[in-house]
Protein backbone atom coordinates (compact mmCIF):
# COMPACT_ATOMS: atom_id res chain seq x y z
CA UNK A 1 0.00 0.00 0.00
CA UNK A 2 1.48 3.45 -1.11
CA UNK A 3 1.87 5.92 1.78
CA UNK A 4 0.48 9.24 0.75
CA UNK A 5 0.44 12.89 1.66
CA UNK A 6 -1.79 15.18 0.65
CA UNK A 7 -1.48 19.26 0.70
CA UNK A 8 -5.20 20.37 1.44
CA UNK A 9 -7.24 23.50 1.30
CA UNK A 10 -9.83 24.04 3.39
CA UNK A 11 -12.58 26.75 4.82
CA UNK A 12 -12.32 25.70 8.20
CA UNK A 13 -9.46 25.76 10.94
CA UNK A 14 -8.59 22.37 11.25
CA UNK A 15 -6.23 19.58 11.12
CA UNK A 16 -6.81 16.27 9.27
CA UNK A 17 -10.23 17.61 7.85
CA UNK A 18 -12.47 15.37 6.86
CA UNK A 19 -16.09 15.52 4.73
CA UNK A 20 -17.31 12.84 7.27
CA UNK A 21 -15.80 13.79 10.52
CA UNK A 22 -16.18 17.73 9.78
CA UNK A 23 -20.11 18.65 8.88
CA UNK A 24 -20.44 21.38 5.88
CA UNK A 25 -16.58 21.84 5.66
CA UNK A 26 -15.13 22.16 1.79
CA UNK A 27 -12.40 20.40 1.06
CA UNK A 28 -9.74 20.71 -1.72
CA UNK A 29 -6.54 18.51 -2.46
CA UNK A 30 -4.00 20.68 -3.93
CA UNK A 31 -1.38 18.34 -4.42
CA UNK A 32 -0.49 14.57 -3.65
CA UNK A 33 2.72 12.85 -3.03
CA UNK A 34 3.43 8.96 -2.73
CA UNK A 35 6.26 8.13 0.09
CA UNK A 36 7.33 11.61 0.86
CA UNK A 37 6.08 14.79 2.05
CA UNK A 38 7.71 17.49 -0.64
CA UNK A 39 9.89 19.76 1.09
CA UNK A 40 8.53 22.35 -0.94
CA UNK A 41 5.27 22.06 0.93
CA UNK A 42 7.40 22.75 4.36
CA UNK A 43 8.40 25.91 3.13
CA UNK A 44 4.51 27.12 4.11
CA UNK A 45 4.18 26.54 7.58
CA UNK A 46 6.32 27.60 10.55
CA UNK A 47 7.16 25.01 13.56
CA UNK A 48 4.68 27.25 15.58
CA UNK A 49 2.28 26.53 13.55
CA UNK A 50 2.06 22.72 14.26
CA UNK A 51 -1.15 21.43 16.13
CA UNK A 52 -2.31 17.98 17.52
CA UNK A 53 -5.08 16.21 17.00
CA UNK A 54 -6.89 12.79 18.40
CA UNK A 55 -8.21 10.82 15.79
CA UNK A 56 -10.32 7.69 16.44
CA UNK A 57 -9.09 4.87 13.70
CA UNK A 58 -10.96 1.52 14.81
CA UNK A 59 -12.07 -0.48 17.82
CA UNK A 60 -9.41 -2.82 19.32
CA UNK A 61 -10.55 -6.51 19.95
CA UNK A 62 -11.84 -5.62 23.06
CA UNK A 63 -14.49 -2.78 21.41
CA UNK A 64 -12.26 -0.06 23.05
CA UNK A 65 -11.58 2.69 20.35
CA UNK A 66 -8.04 2.77 19.30
CA UNK A 67 -6.88 6.58 19.54
CA UNK A 68 -3.89 8.29 17.43
CA UNK A 69 -1.90 11.11 18.01
CA UNK A 70 -1.18 12.87 14.87
CA UNK A 71 0.37 15.91 14.02
CA UNK A 72 0.05 18.60 11.20
CA UNK A 73 0.89 22.41 10.16
CA UNK A 74 -1.89 24.61 9.82
CA UNK A 75 -1.90 28.22 8.23
CA UNK A 76 -3.87 31.18 6.65
CA UNK A 77 -3.24 30.81 2.51
CA UNK A 78 -1.57 34.35 2.70
CA UNK A 79 0.53 33.59 5.77
CA UNK A 80 1.99 30.64 3.92
CA UNK A 81 2.34 32.03 0.58
CA UNK A 82 3.78 35.00 2.67
CA UNK A 83 6.29 32.55 4.78
CA UNK A 84 7.01 30.41 0.92
CA UNK A 85 8.52 33.67 -0.06
CA UNK A 86 11.16 33.60 2.68
CA UNK A 87 11.69 29.68 3.19
CA UNK A 88 12.79 28.75 -0.23
CA UNK A 89 16.18 30.47 -0.44
CA UNK A 90 16.75 28.53 2.99
CA UNK A 91 15.84 24.76 1.27
CA UNK A 92 17.74 26.06 -1.27
CA UNK A 93 20.87 26.44 0.36
CA UNK A 94 20.22 23.00 2.10
CA UNK A 95 20.92 21.39 -1.60
CA UNK A 96 23.80 23.47 -3.21
CA UNK A 97 23.77 23.14 -7.12
CA UNK A 98 20.43 21.56 -7.67
CA UNK A 99 19.13 25.21 -9.30
CA UNK A 100 16.39 27.33 -8.51
CA UNK A 101 12.88 26.32 -6.96
CA UNK A 102 11.58 29.61 -7.65
CA UNK A 103 9.07 28.40 -10.55
CA UNK A 104 7.96 25.72 -8.27
CA UNK A 105 7.19 27.93 -5.43
CA UNK A 106 5.16 30.63 -8.13
CA UNK A 107 3.32 27.56 -9.15
CA UNK A 108 1.78 26.60 -5.76
CA UNK A 109 1.30 30.25 -4.92
CA UNK A 110 -1.12 30.10 -7.76
CA UNK A 111 -2.72 26.61 -6.80
CA UNK A 112 -2.94 28.34 -3.13
CA UNK A 113 -5.18 31.41 -4.36
CA UNK A 114 -6.73 29.22 -7.04
CA UNK A 115 -8.42 27.09 -4.07
CA UNK A 116 -10.27 30.46 -2.94
CA UNK A 117 -10.17 28.57 0.67
CA UNK A 118 -8.65 30.38 3.90
CA UNK A 119 -6.67 27.73 5.38
CA UNK A 120 -3.73 25.30 4.29
CA UNK A 121 -2.60 21.91 6.33
CA UNK A 122 -0.54 18.97 5.15
CA UNK A 123 -2.07 15.87 5.76
CA UNK A 124 0.66 13.42 6.09
CA UNK A 125 -0.84 10.46 8.28
CA UNK A 126 0.41 7.60 6.17
CA UNK A 127 3.75 8.95 6.06
CA UNK A 128 3.70 9.29 10.01
CA UNK A 129 3.02 5.74 10.40
CA UNK A 130 6.37 4.95 9.18
CA UNK A 131 7.75 6.63 12.42
CA UNK A 132 8.18 4.84 15.79
CA UNK A 133 5.43 7.36 17.27
CA UNK A 134 3.93 10.68 16.25
CA UNK A 135 6.28 12.46 19.01
CA UNK A 136 9.28 11.23 17.07
CA UNK A 137 7.33 12.30 13.63
CA UNK A 138 6.44 15.20 15.36
CA UNK A 139 9.84 16.16 16.89
CA UNK A 140 10.99 15.85 13.09
CA UNK A 141 8.56 18.00 11.50
CA UNK A 142 9.30 20.69 14.03
CA UNK A 143 13.03 20.94 13.75
CA UNK A 144 12.45 20.78 9.69
CA UNK A 145 10.44 23.79 10.20
CA UNK A 146 13.05 25.78 12.44
CA UNK A 147 15.78 24.98 9.89
CA UNK A 148 13.58 26.34 6.83
CA UNK A 149 12.70 29.41 8.98
CA UNK A 150 15.97 30.22 10.18
CA UNK A 151 17.17 28.70 12.97
CA UNK A 152 20.22 26.50 13.33
CA UNK A 153 20.61 23.52 15.35
CA UNK A 154 23.91 22.61 17.16
CA UNK A 155 25.05 19.63 15.89
CA UNK A 156 23.22 19.77 12.77
CA UNK A 157 25.83 20.01 9.85
CA UNK A 158 24.06 18.49 7.14
CA UNK A 159 20.73 20.14 6.72
CA UNK A 160 19.96 17.81 3.47
CA UNK A 161 20.24 14.87 5.75
CA UNK A 162 17.57 15.96 8.23
CA UNK A 163 15.30 17.02 5.28
CA UNK A 164 15.55 14.11 3.23
CA UNK A 165 14.05 12.23 6.12
CA UNK A 166 10.82 13.33 5.21
CA UNK A 167 11.48 13.34 1.19
CA UNK A 168 13.70 10.59 -0.57
CA UNK A 169 15.65 13.03 -2.88
CA UNK A 170 18.37 11.20 -5.56
CA UNK A 171 21.71 12.03 -4.06
CA UNK A 172 22.86 14.77 -7.19
CA UNK A 173 20.87 16.27 -9.84
CA UNK A 174 18.74 19.39 -10.34
CA UNK A 175 15.84 19.89 -8.51
CA UNK A 176 12.84 19.17 -11.78
Excluded at 69 to 81: F, K, Y
Aim: charged residues 25%; proline residues 6%; contains cysteine.
Amino acid sequence: MARTAFLLACDQETIYPSPEADEGITLKALAVDEENIPLLWLCLFGPEQLYQAEMVEAEGEDGEEIVTQLTAPLARVEDAIARLEKTVPRLEAAYPGRGSLSNHRDLLIQVLRASGLPYVTIDAADISDVFETDEDFADLLAVCLDYLNGVDHDGLDEPSELLSTLCDLPEDGRFL
